[in-house]
Structure formats: structure tokens, C-alpha cells
């Protein structure tokens, strides 16, 4: 019986655990709400004019939103380090058996 994949081993954690960080929600929505924060946060400092803000009551509403848009990103990616996808006992002892190879 081989023992699953770990610090002790010298091994990377199993492909599916590493899928499923990969593919978390969190993951994915930190990816979409830092791309969008970096563009309005460019246009806030870079492409706003004077007639932009008055228009909007006196705010860069660009570079606010981009700022805003940035810290929840980092707070995505926060909550994805801090609290890390567990997947279920049986499917990583399932994969564990597959990367030792054959048994005969």
C-alpha cells in the first residue's frame, strides 16, 4: 500500500487538489476583479478629464472603483490562501494510487 502524496514524501500535492485550487470560484473571481481594477484604476489616473468628474458629481469614479475593485481582489486571493479547498479523503487517496504505477 503506498501512502499519499506529502511534505514527508518530497512530492507535490495531487493533480486534482491542485486543480481544484486552480479552478476555485475565489480564485477566478480575485482574477476578473483585479483585471478590471488595473484598467479603471489606468483610466481613472490617466484618461479622466475635468468634464468625466463633473459629471459625476465631483468624483473619479474610475479611479475609486478601480481601488475598490483591487482591494477585493487582494481579498479574494486572501481568502483562498487562508482558507484552502480540502478535497474529500477518498478522492485523494484515489489519485495517490495512480502516480505509484502499476502494482503487479
Known sequence: MTEPDGPATGHSAPASTTASRLFDLRTI?????????????VLGLFSTTEADIEKAGGWNINLDTGI?????AIFFLAWVRLRPVKAPAAEIEGTAGDTAGPSH
Do not use: E, K, P
Open 29 to 41: 473571481l480575485a482574477l476578473m476583479f483585479g483585471v478590471y481594477g488595473i484598467v479603471l484604476l
Open 68 to 72: 475598490a475593485m483591487l482591494v477585493l
